[in-house]
């Protein structure tokens, strides 16, 4: 039903060419006394520059050239396959589905089509993964919309925000639902599914991004297999078969990409920034972290910020990651069914790790094998925000299991009744209030 109703809407939004763009910024930066025609309802904002200063444009570029895969534009012909946000007629745009209907439909429409799709694919990634962890349809609806509406999201409105997680929770998803498939055309179903959204995935080329993003599901999806091996009566044997399709499937198309666009892969790859560069952790905010709903640190320094941050980049997550530690810490894990209680320490320790890398650094060591010396430590909030939703979400389906389950009551057992569940609830609430108040 909800992903039915989330098609149904994109596919509304999209034939009446609404779209959520701030593109009318222009319009009043020019002067004009009165609002852009087009503005249907709200404000155009300036802190997400990155969409309309950056992408729209780029976009609206592109349909002047027939959406070419060759731009001769100042630095004479190179390929735009390999840069994000750069609708083009090449093969490889299959892989990029937001980036279809600008292919095919007039500008107005395919624009806006475009913009709904890049949300219905975050929203649609994000809940087959926490359907498959939790088992819970309201889990998965609450926690799917709440990373989509993250201010990270909406102010850095880009394929290769949005996308980047998008995809990579819906690979790591179908991957999971491969393996409770009943039959074998389900099976192969799923696993298509995973492999064409790790391959668009990978296309989107951000590291900064896709580094940490792929840490945190990657995570998240071993514990799930590891913690349900025995009662998804999974074998080593079936596990083999299924990864070495995947790698095939997967590295053989990206293997072609490669050779098709290999000048541009290496020219970039030969760059300092995102080639050669490695950087060290730390440095970053800690008010613009916990801020995000507030957004003091707009409020603070208005359009004057600092020159190292674009107005996108002081966009965050609401972090719900803290009150999840307190809680599992107050619960204890050994309250929970052995399933959750791996998924719940995997995820806890990318979430702590990644939130270290962007607050104080890591070990060179550590950061090297993890390739985060790869992500400024300002984009790696990405990682802490995905790392914090997941570990909440988790948090919650875990807690309403361990409710729901009937418990043996003998006179050594303290019942747990409905007053020692008030006491509890009260007492998690009073806490994190209390965190939530503080910071």
């Known amino acids: 039903m909800y992903p039915a109703l989330l098609v149904l809407a994109t596919i509304g939004l999209s034939s009446a060419g609404l779209s959520g763009t701030s593109v009318g910024v222009i319009t ?3 002067g004009h006394a009165t609002p852009d025609p087009a503005l249907l309802a709200g404000t155009p904002r300036h802190i997400r520059n990155d969409e309309w200063g950056v992408a729209t444009p780029l976009l609206v570029a592109q349909s ?5 895969p060759i731009s001769d534009d100042s630095i004479g012909n190179h390929t735009v396959t390999v840069l994000p946000d750069i609708p083009n007629t090449d093969w490889s745009t299959l892989f990029k589905p937001w980036d279809l209907p600008v292919l095919v439909l007039d500008l107005e429409h395919g624009f806006a089509a475009r913009w709904w799709v890049m949300s219905l694919v975050l929203l649609l990634g994000a809940y087959i993964l926490l359907l498959a962890l939790t088992d819970r ?3 998965a609806v609450v926690f799917s919309l709440a990373l989509w509406l993250s201010p990270f999201f909406q102010w850095w409105y880009l394929s290769s925000s949005l996308d980047t997680v998008g995809m990579a929770m819906m690979s790591v998803g179908a991957f999971a639902y491969s393996l409770r498939a009943s039959s074998t055309p389900r099976r192969v179903a799923w696993l298509t599914l995973a492999a064409y959204s790790a391959i668009g995935f990978t ?6 991004f896709q580094i940490p993003t792929a840490l945190v599901v990657g995570v998240v999806g071993v514990c799930y297999v590891v913690g349900r091996w025995h009662e998804l009566g999974l074998t080593a044997r079936r596990l083999a078969i299924d990864l070495l399709g995947l790698a095939v499937v997967i590295g053989g198309t990206l293997g072609i990409f490669y050779l098709h666009s290999r000048s541009t892969i290496v020219a970039i790859d030969g760059t300092v920034y995102p080639g050669h560069r490695r950087v060290s952790g730390g440095g970053t905010s800690l008010l613009q972290l916990l801020s995000a709903p507030f957004g003091l640190t707009l409020a603070q320094r208005g359009t004057a910020l600092p020159f190292t941050l674009n107005q996108s980049e002081i966009s965050s997550f609401v972090l719900l990651g803290p009150f999840a530690l307190l809680q599992i810490q107050r619960v204890r894990l050994r309250a929970f069914a052995p ?3 791996l998924l719940l320490v995997g995820t806890a320790g990318v979430f702590v790790t990644i939130t270290a890398w962007y607050l104080i650094s890591l070990p060179p060591i550590l950061a090297s094998v993890l390739f985060l010396n790869r992500v400024e430590a300002k984009r790696a ?4 925000g995905l790392g914090s939703i997941l570990l909440m979400a988790l948090f919650c389906a875990a807690e309403f299991e361990h409710e729901d389950v009937p418990r043996p009551t003998p006179e050594r057992d303290v019942p747990l009744g409905p007053p020692a569940r008030q006491r509890r609830i009260l007492t998690g609430a009073v806490i994190c209030g209390a965190v939530a108040f503080g910071m």
Do not use: K, T
Not at 64 to 68: K, L, P
Not at 203 to 208: A, E, G, K, M, R
């Open 339 to 341: 399933r959750w209680r």
């Open 137 to 139: 349809v309201d889990i």
């Open 64 to 68: 002047h050239h027939g959406f070419s």
């Open 381 to 384: 909030i990405l990682g802490v």
């Open 203 to 208: 296309l989107l080329f951000y590291p900064p």
């Open 28 to 30: 009043a930066s020019q």
